[in-house]
């Protein structure tokens, strides 16, 4: 029993971390800078806010719903808090607080939006998350006035750069998701209720849940990594605009795919979309290493979520003979 | 009557699926032009013979003649090309495309590569007259009744010149009326040398247009008789088989007590009846009735998955509201549905988290799964109901029928219902794991549940039960006790809404 546990770990799992590892010393090879510390901290800061995104996007794509709202929404989460954050009437400490509840608050409502229009009407999360995508947009767009909010407290900055045994903090928070992510799924009643719902909606309906709140709370958990991610894209830029955040969605997504969730729903793991993150932002910085332009790297990133998703068809098949 | 050559002949048939060999051995001739009925219960093969003779299922062994040469359909569309058509039980209608874009779907008459609508509308008014049904060819099919949209289906079979046309039980949503007018076109069709195979549950009708009948039991052939040769109760015992007493357990000794539920004028449809019944504990309640009564759809309705108009119902004498299955279940009120690869279980999922999804807080703290307690009970019930798997981690998709179903039933033990519906329990599962569900209804009995059984099989409810309520067009025709239960009662109560209450057209050597 032990042995295909391991096995299939092996097919879901180890597998994307073996295709990184491969990538890693491919980008050695060719790029000596690549493996340096400043580099690898560099990447670390990079893959954070993509990686705390991402874990909430697979809940939702578990669940067989997508979110195309993110970045997005994640522009008028750093707009309300850098509002918040630099109103002067606060001291500094309480205004540091009240940005990231602000920040948490504005994208648990919008998740929440999004869970419960999807549900309350049977709408496809696409076309709602679409919807709020540019509701988002917009409302950050007018909040701020469409201008770049900065100055924000020196204490605040600072601790965007600040590292813990050469970590990025950013990055720590970003991997200690990633593990909480990981227990609810495997270890709580709601995780065990995602992947039910995601496998067959109606068997768990007609077993006396209410698949409903569920979804509804994916979507309003999607909605809280979205909000923490704006707070650590402020800690790392210094600026709060309504124009960050746009195509973010995308990368999130292609992090969950990658790692190997199933768009259908129902099958999937959070380490897989954090190996997910770590495999776009190594290519992308590795790429950048060895010389090739911005246009080319969009190629080649495309061209891997095809390949990874190509791949994952293999990989089921593969796994239904280890359950068999 | 003189033999006519054959058009089919099938020679040691032989399908078999994970635990249960679905066909086994069928020799089987049908005869140019004759209209050759196929008789069985649920799952005694013939949707897996007709499966495979129009190309959806490949044979494991045996052979196949059509027109005297080998026939081996790899598709359905070989079997199409071969003028074999077949008319489904469900429907394969296009709900947005108009009646004549949905007959002619797959020839649509072409002018430079525009359909040519002059041309279809005409030719679809021609089939639609030939079928007798009044409906403009423009009308998009969704806007059409069921009976209506079965004779777009018919129609559509007869649109292309076929050979053999196969009818799977085409009666079972239709009025007497449109029954008439079915069986008139099938005699056309025979007249022009069209040979027909009809499947149907309702013996009756099938000895009003039939030539020749075969009956399958548990994937054997019985028999094949020329129609005039043989009466309905033979052709009934030939279906049942001859060991029926030791095929369903009774257990006189358990006798329901007090009443546990009761239904008050429930009602789904505005058109149709309020239904009222009851149910004591420890009794065994058959709900019997034709395919499309509305027996699954009041099961639905008491249970909250499906909306209902009006009704209320009493648990322990004491009023439950039930909006959702969740209600229910929290009641103590289970269905086990229908399909239960689409309603009852995750496929791919592990048995343990199958049988613990009626009730994790058994198995959780604050949230929290237990893994141990939920494999703990999981074991239990599986060595309970000795549900044949190799753990408990295996996904439920690779038990075979018999065990998915009884993974389904350890779901609902799980939960420790008052009230158990069973709707189809034992449908598409093999002799052995069949006595062994029924076995399981009978310790359910004795613990005092109240326990529901919806089948179409109406032997099994004749031998499990203590009651059957019968419907009949969306309503009770009426209730029988097992002291008064026979075949021809409870037929005649199932038929009774469709017929205005004039005797069954039962031909006189076909009474007792």
Same mark, same amino acid.
């Given at each position: ?21 491969? +990538?890693? =010393?491919?980008? &050695?090879?060719?790029?000596?800078? !690549?493996? #340096?510390?400043? %580099?690898?901290?560099?990447?670390? *800061? ?94 950050? +767009?007018? =909040?701020?006035? &469409?201008?770049?909010?900065?100055? !924000?407290? #020196?204490?605040? %900055?600072?601790?965007?750069?600040? *590292? ?99 768009? &259908? ?60 | ?512």
């Amino acid at each position: 029993m032990r042995a295909k546990n391991i096995a299939y770990f092996l097919l879901r799992e180890a597998g994307i971390g073996l295709a990184l590892v491969v +990538l890693c =010393i491919i980008f &050695s090879i060719f790029a000596p800078r !690549f493996a #340096s510390v400043a %580099n690898l901290t560099n990447i670390f *800061t990079q893959i954070s806010i993509n990686t705390v995104i991402a874990v909430g996007m697979t809940f939702v794509i578990l669940l067989g719903g997508i979110d195309l709202s993110v970045g997005s929404v994640l522009a008028l989460c750093t707009v309300v808090a850098g509002l918040v954050i630099t109103n002067e009437a606060l001291p500094v400490p309480l205004a540091i607080v009240c940005a990231v509840l602000s920040s948490i608050a504005v994208g648990m409502a919008c998740g929440f939006f999004n869970g419960f229009v999807t549900e309350r009407w049977k709408i496809h999360s696409f076309i709602v998350t679409l919807g709020m995508l540019n509701i988002a947009r917009g409302a950050a +767009l007018q =909040i701020s006035g &469409s201008r770049t909010i900065f100055s !924000f407290p #020196s204490a605040f %900055n600072q601790f965007g750069t600040e *590292t813990l045994f050469g970590m990025p903090y950013i990055f720590i928070i970003a991997v200690v998701l990633v593990l909480a992510g990981r227990f609810v799924l495997n270890r709580t009643v709601f995780g065990r209720m995602i992947f039910a719902i995601g496998n067959n909606e109606e068997a768990v309906r007609l077993s006396g849940h209410n698949p409903s709140l569920f979804k509804i709370a994916a979507f309003t958990l999607c909605g809280v990594t979205v909000g923490l991610a704006a707070i650590m894209y402020m800690l790392r830029l210094n600026i709060s605009s309504p124009i960050l955040g746009v195509g973010f969605e995308l990368n999130a997504i292609a992090a969950v795919v990658i790692g190997g969730t199933s768009m &259908s729903g129902g099958k999937g793991s959070m380490v897989g979309t954090f190996l997910g993150a770590c495999i776009i932002g190594v290519l992308n910085n590795g790429l950048l290493l060895i010389g090739m332009g911005d246009f080319t790297r969009q190629m080649v990133t495309g061209a891997i979520i095809i390949l990874a998703v190509i791949i994952d068809t293999y990989r089921a098949k593969i796994s239904v003979q280890v359950a068999a | 009557m003189n033999e006519a050559p054959n058009i089919f002949a099938l020679k040691g048939i032989t399908k078999q699926f994970p635990g249960v060999t679905a066909l086994d051995h069928i020799d089987l001739d049908i005869r140019q032009g004759e209209v050759h009925i196929l008789v069985g219960e649920n799952g005694a093969g013939k949707s897996s013979l007709i499966k495979i003779i129009c190309g959806i299922y490949a044979l494991d062994e045996g052979e196949m003649y059509y027109q005297g040469a080998p026939y081996t359909p790899q598709t359905p569309l070989d079997a199409i090309k071969a003028g074999i058509r077949v008319v489904y039980q469900e429907f394969n209608l296009l709900p947005f495309l108009s009646v004549a874009e949905n007959i002619f779907f797959e020839q649509l008459p072409q002018n430079a590569g525009l359909v040519d609508f002059t041309s279809l509308y005409r030719k679809t008014q021609s089939v639609l007259d030939e079928v007798g049904l009044d409906v403009s060819p423009k009308t998009k099919v969704e806007q059409l009744g069921v009976a209506q949209m079965q004779l777009i289906e018919i129609a559509k079979a007869i649109s292309s010149a076929s050979k053999v046309l196969i009818l799977d039980e085409p009666t079972a949503t239709l009025t007497p009326k449109e029954i008439s007018r079915l069986f008139e076109i099938i005699d056309r069709l025979k007249r022009r040398g069209v040979t027909i195979i009809y499947i149907s549950h309702r013996l009756q009708e099938t000895f009003e247009i039939g030539d020749r009948i075969t009956v399958l039991r548990n994937g054997r052939k019985v028999n094949t008789c020329a129609i005039e040769d043989v009466t309905v109760p033979e052709i009934v015992t030939m279906m049942v088989g001859k060991e029926m007493g030791a095929e369903y357990p009774f257990e006189a000794s358990i006798q329901p007590g007090k009443e546990i539920f009761r239904v008050e004028n429930l009602q789904i449809r505005s058109s149709h009846a309020p239904i009222s019944f009851n149910l004591r504990e420890g009794e065994l309640l058959g709900i019997a009735g034709l395919v499309g009564s509305g027996r699954t759809e009041a099961m639905r309705a008491i249970f909250g998955a499906d909306p209902k108009l009006s009704g209320r119902l009493f648990l322990h004498d004491r009023e439950i509201h039930v909006a959702s299955p969740k209600d229910a279940v929290q009641n103590g009120i289970s269905l086990l549905t229908e399909d239960r690869k689409r309603q009852g279980l995750i496929l791919d999922m592990p048995c343990y988290v199958n049988i613990t999804m009626t009730d994790l807080t058994q198995v959780s703290a604050r949230g929290l799964l237990h893994h141990r307690a939920e494999v703990s009970a999981a074991e239990r019930l599986i060595a309970e109901l000795s549900i044949k798997t190799p753990s408990v981690d295996k996904w439920v998709r690779f038990l075979s029928g018999g065990n998915q179903q009884k993974v389904v039933l350890a779901k609902w033990l799980f939960r420790r219902p008052t009230v158990l519906i069973f709707d189809e329990p034992t449908r598409g599962i093999d002799v052995g794991a069949k006595f062994e569900i029924y076995t399981l209804l009978w310790r359910l009995a004795a613990e005092g549940k109240g326990i529901i059984i919806v089948s179409s099989d109406l032997p099994e409810l004749l031998g499990i039960c203590h009651r059957i309520v019968v419907f009949s067009n969306w309503k009770i025709a009426g209730e029988v006790e097992r002291s008064d239960f026979s075949q021809e009662k409870i037929l005649s109560l199932a038929y009774q809404e469709y017929i205005n209450h004039t005797p069954l057209p039962i031909r006189e050597e076909a009474r007792p």
